[in-house]
């Protein structure tokens, strides 16, 4: 725990003047919070040699209190702003590793995971950085002063004021035992119960459909009541420690009252002295009351802290700087193999080539590597061996910006953002005319719907809703006007009615032309033409070819187009029937 806070006063580094300026204001807030007790022990003294003239020491506790409110406000002010502005930059540096980390390695975490790292975890540092910091150095300076000062009155009843606070923080200390687990559980706990509430509302048609709400209910309350379980947890194995610490540390009055009234006694100590002990031994333990709320919540801090700390130090994207030049747009799979997992190789010592300009189709069963081995030529994912060439250039050496430049991706689920239509399709080329828009919109079918709608409707969010048929188009015409020679689609087909499909299939014919095109197709129909199909099974490569040489080997594909078949023409005797 000292080492992570070390790296968050680290941290700070950026914002160092303010919160220097934060911390003196802080310790000087607490000296003048001193000033009204001195001011009531030298009233006292006053009043006991009869002196009624204390109007000065009315007027410098009054000060004091002034003066304590207006450093507490500028100490509190700064380091406010300071903190805001450092986790600004915290949350900026997470969006930025996140894209440089590869796809694979964000896939692996679920958006539970996401949302309690950018939102909680960052947002757990706030109370260490803008409260602890300031009021924890202020809280450690202000003892240590005042304890000089009553070592200089009186050494005895210093000692007396002073002798419970390290019996008091080593009782507090035994909080930490088992701490490092109880915080694991506790953050677990905490992004299973993200995971499942953001789970329940973008899955919530599925589970109203299913009539599976009260299930799905049930899973949201135990994650819920396993994060207060956790919770509870914690302070349940801190409150002894806690309740032990708080009664130690203001019981120092107990041990003061009978040595200061033995002092006053035997003539040792003057009555207004004695008095002024008193006194300080309450302002001696707020501050120190404040350093013990700061142990009880460390724990929860450093642990929020090293998961961010974790995420950003995970390896980043091997990316190389300086373009490089593509023979041609060609893609080539040589002895490539790849698994998400140590458990299942997904794709096995699969190579062949995709030829500039030419259609090659992958198809084969559900689950046998197609969108696997799209993503790997986009390199959303590094193989784990053999290479995978563009242009006979290793894709590990083609900057990813320039990778991306040739790849235009339509992708299985259409992403739409909240924002203007224009602006969606615009993201194919950020500097498009209106009119370039409308052009490419007309290739993608999509021309009906911005005349209907119009380019500056918000769609997506809770605004305009679209259709499946609708965003496909919109993905397409993004892709036409983006205008990279290489295409890949990865089902773009595959959630559209009979009137959609010819539409989109229009739009893919348009997007396609004279490209090099990587595509994944359930509907056999419509990759006859394909200048090669690859046959996969099982992340093998079983046959490849066109469609009429492979119906000629009367192998898997055969197969696979004579099922293809009959489940059409079954479709066409359903609807007969009906
Ligand atoms: N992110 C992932 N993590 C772990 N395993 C994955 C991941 N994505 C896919 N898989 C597994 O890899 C295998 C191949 O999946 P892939 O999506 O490439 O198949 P596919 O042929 O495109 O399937 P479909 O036609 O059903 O879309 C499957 O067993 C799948 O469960």
């Given at each position: 725990?000292?080492?992570?806070i070390?790296e968050l006063?680290?941290?700070?580094s950026?914002e160092?003047r303010k919160y220097?300026l934060s ?7 607490v ?6 007790y001195?001011c009531t022990y030298?009233i006292i003294?006053e ?6 003239q204390?109007g000065?020491y009315i007027f410098?506790?009054v000060?004091?209190i002034?003066?304590r409110?207006?450093c507490?406000s500028?100490?509190?002010?700064t ?5 805001a502005?450092?986790?600004y ?8 590793k996140?894209e440089?980390?590869s796809l694979?390695?964000v896939?692996q975490n679920?958006?539970?995971y996401y949302k309690k790292l ?8 706030e109370?260490f950085l803008?409260?602890?910091?300031p009021e924890?150095s202020s809280?450690?300076?202000?003892p ?5 000062l009553?070592?200089i009155l009186d050494?005895?009843?210093a000692?007396?004021t002073?002798i419970?606070?390290p019996?008091?923080y080593k ?10 687990e ?7 706990s905490?992004m299973n119960m ?5 789970e329940?509302?973008?899955?919530m048609m ?6 599976k709400?009260d299930?799905a209910?049930?899973?949201?309350d ?8 956790h ?6 194995s801190?409150w002894k420690?806690?309740?032990g610490?708080a009664?130690l540390i203001?019981a120092?009055l107990l041990?003061l009252?009978?040595v200061?009234?033995?002092l006053?006694l035997y003539?040792e100590a003057?009555l207004?002295?004695v ?6 031994s309450f302002?001696?333990?707020v501050p120190l009351?404040?350093l013990?709320e700061f ?5 929860m ?7 961010i700390?974790e995420?950003?130090s995970?390896?980043e994207f ?8 593509l ?5 080539e799979?040589?002895?490539?193999s ?6 299942k190789?997904?794709i ?5 080539v995709?030829n500039?300009g030419k259609?090659?189709a992958l198809?084969?069963?559900s689950?046998?590597g197609?969108?696997t081995?799209?993503?790997?030529a ?11 060439l ?7 050496n083609i900057?990813?910006?320039?990778l991306?430049?040739?790849?235009s991706?339509?992708?299985q689920d ?6 203007t239509?224009?602006n969606?399709?615009k993201m194919g080329?950020?500097d498009?005319s209106d009119k370039?828009?409308?052009?490419v919109?007309?290739l993608?079918s999509?021309?009906e719907?911005?005349e ?20 496909q188009?919109?993905?397409i015409?993004?892709a036409?006007l ?9 089902e773009?087909?595959?959630?559209s009615d009979?009137e ?5 299939q229009?739009?893919?014919?348009n997007?396609a032309?004279?490209k090099t095109?990587l595509?994944i197709a ?7 033409n394909?200048?090669k199909i690859i046959?996969?099974s099982?992340?093998?490569?079983k046959?490849q070819g ?7 080997e ?12 009959e ?6 005797r359903?609807?007969?029937?009906s």
């Amino acid at each position: 725990m000292i080492n992570s806070i070390k790296e968050l006063i680290n941290i700070c580094s950026g914002e160092k003047r303010k919160y220097y300026l934060s911390v003196i204001c802080g310790f000087l807030s607490v000296i003048f919070s001193i000033v009204p007790y001195y001011c009531t022990y030298k009233i006292i003294t006053e009043f006991l040699a009869s002196n009624y003239q204390v109007g000065t020491y009315i007027f410098i506790a009054v000060l004091g209190i002034i003066m304590r409110f207006v450093c507490f406000s500028i100490s509190s002010y700064t380091s406010h702003k300071a903190t805001a502005d450092l986790l600004y930059n915290l949350r900026l540096d997470v969006l930025g590793k996140l894209e440089k980390l590869s796809l694979g390695v964000v896939m692996q975490n679920n958006s539970g995971y996401y949302k309690k790292l950018i939102v909680e975890d960052i947002e757990s540092l706030e109370k260490f950085l803008a409260h602890h910091i300031p009021e924890v150095s202020s809280s450690l300076g202000v003892p240590i002063v005042v304890a000089i000062l009553l070592f200089i009155l009186d050494w005895r009843m210093a000692l007396a004021t002073v002798i419970l606070i390290p019996i008091a923080y080593k009782i507090l200390s035994g909080m930490m035992q088992g701490s490092e687990e109880k915080m694991e559980n506790y953050s677990t706990s905490l992004m299973n119960m993200n995971f499942s509430l953001i789970e329940y509302i973008q899955g919530m048609m599925v589970i109203k459909s299913f009539n599976k709400t009260d299930a799905a209910i049930n899973k949201i309350d135990s994650s819920v009541d396993s994060f207060k379980f956790h919770v509870l947890d914690w302070y349940r194995s801190c409150w002894k420690y806690m309740s032990g610490f708080a009664i130690l540390i203001k019981a120092n009055l107990l041990i003061l009252l009978p040595v200061g009234g033995l002092l006053y006694l035997y003539g040792e100590a003057d009555l207004s002295k004695v008095i002024f002990f008193f006194l300080m031994s309450f302002s001696f333990s707020v501050p120190l009351v404040k350093l013990g709320e700061f142990t009880d919540t460390m724990p929860m801090i450093s642990q929020a802290y090293s998961q961010i700390k974790e995420f950003l130090s995970q390896e980043e994207f091997n990316d190389s700087k300086a373009n490089v030049k593509l023979k041609n747009k060609s893609i080539e799979f040589r002895n490539v193999s790849y698994s998400y997992t140590d458990e299942k190789q997904v794709i096995k010592d699969i190579s062949f080539v995709a030829n500039e300009g030419k259609l090659t189709a992958l198809v084969g069963e559900s689950g046998c590597g197609k969108s696997t081995i799209a993503k790997l030529a986009a390199r959303f994912f590094d193989v784990n061996s053999g290479e995978i060439l563009i242009g006979g250039i290793n894709i590990k050496n083609i900057p990813f910006q320039q990778l991306m430049d040739n790849i235009s991706f339509v992708f299985q689920d259409t992403i739409i953002f909240h924002d203007t239509l224009r602006n969606n399709i615009k993201m194919g080329r950020p500097d498009a005319s209106d009119k370039e828009i409308m052009r490419v919109a007309k290739l993608a079918s999509c021309t009906e719907l911005i005349e209907e709608k119009g380019l500056d409707t918000i769609i997506g969010g809770t605004d305009v809703k679209l259709s499946g048929g609708e965003k496909q188009r919109i993905a397409i015409a993004r892709a036409i006007l983006k205008d990279a020679p290489i295409i890949i689609l990865d089902e773009a087909t595959a959630s559209s009615d009979a009137e959609n499909q010819m539409e989109i299939q229009k739009a893919i014919s348009n997007l396609a032309k004279n490209k090099t095109v990587l595509v994944i197709a359930h509907r056999l129909s419509t990759i006859e033409n394909a200048d090669k199909i690859i046959v996969l099974s099982n992340g093998h490569i079983k046959e490849q070819g066109t469609h009429s040489k492979l119906l000629l080997e009367n192998g898997l594909y055969e197969n696979m187009y004579t099922k293809y078949q009959e489940s059409l023409s079954f479709k066409i005797r359903s609807k007969e029937v009906s």
